[in-house]
């Protein structure tokens, strides 16, 4: 059982950054893969990259590769998302998420979730 909570969304200008953070609960978040994920109002929950139990790869979706990087600190149960040269388009709620499998992208393949942050990229 893997119990998590996000933090760091608010709101930032274009061009900006932000850095949110997932707190895990559990004594098996160094064997999970963790993904983030976030929704735009009335858009369907969008995959934005997944790191691996180690932390030692990532995948991201081409809409923030370049831009976006996940990291995770298994000794503190965390997993980062820096998020730079923000986009308008990037605003919406985040989730983090925890996965056995590797490199998935359907939210239906997370076993469990945060309940969000929101991220609001003014323009």
């Known amino acids: 059982q893997v119990q998590l909570v996000e933090f760091g969304g608010g709101l930032v200008q274009a061009g900006g950054s932000l850095r949110l953070s997932c707190a895990a609960l559990?004594?098996?978040?160094?064997?999970?893969?963790m993904g983030w994920f976030r929704q735009a109002p009335g858009k369907e929950r969008e995959f934005v990259g997944c790191?691996?139990?180690?932390?030692?790869?990532?995948y991201y979706a081409d809409s923030v590769k370049g831009r976006f990087t996940i990291s995770r600190d298994n000794a503190k149960n965390t997993v980062y998302l820096q998020m730079n040269s923000l986009k308008p388009e990037d605003t919406g709620v985040y989730y983090c998420?925890?996965?056995?499998?590797?490199?998935?992208?359907?939210?239906?393949?997370?076993?469990?979730w945060g309940r969000g942050t929101q991220v609001t990229v003014s323009s």
């Open positions: 559990g004594r098996t978040f160094s064997s999970v893969v």
């Open positions: 790191i691996t139990s180690s932390g030692g790869t990532t």
């Open positions: 998420a925890a996965t056995t499998q590797w490199q998935v992208v359907r939210p239906r393949s997370y076993e469990y």
